[in-house]
């Protein structure tokens, strides 16, 4: 069993920036590939950004490429997601994701308990 444990969401004003972060509770960690979701309001959950499980490969949703940059540190246990240019559109609940495909997230095993990113115009 993956716990997965966000933070860094909060309030930014459009064209700032947030990091997340995301812990894991186990040492299978690097086992995973590991990426983010979000959901705004009457919205389905779409896939952001994957990462492999080396941290080689990663993937990105055409709607964040170039401002969002995801990372990981396999020592800690931690993925990052480093987000800039912020718009008021990028306003969701944020998830942490683990699965064993690829970077693609295609299947998700693991869920955080997401966390709350607010931005406005």
């Known amino acids: 069993q993956l716990l997965l444990v966000e933070s860094g969401g909060g309030f930014v004003q459009a064209g700032g920036s947030l990091r997340l972060s995301c812990a894991a509770s186990?040492?299978?960690?690097?086992?995973?590939?590991m990426g983010w979701f979000r959901q705004a309001p009457g919205r389905e959950r779409e896939f952001v950004v994957g990462?492999?499980?080396?941290?080689?490969?990663?993937f990105y949703a055409d709607s964040v490429k170039g401002r969002f940059t995801i990372s990981r540190d396999n020592a800690k246990n931690t993925v990052y997601l480093q987000m800039n240019s912020l718009k008021p559109e990028d306003t969701a609940v944020y998830y942490c994701?683990?699965?064993?495909?690829?970077?693609?997230?295609?299947?998700?095993?693991?869920w955080g308990q997401g966390t709350q990113v607010t931005v406005s115009s």
């Open positions: 994701a683990a699965g064993i495909t690829s970077a693609r997230l295609q299947s998700v095993d693991y």
């Open positions: 186990e040492r299978t960690f690097s086992s995973h590939a």
């Open positions: 990462i492999s499980r080396s941290g080689i490969s990663t």
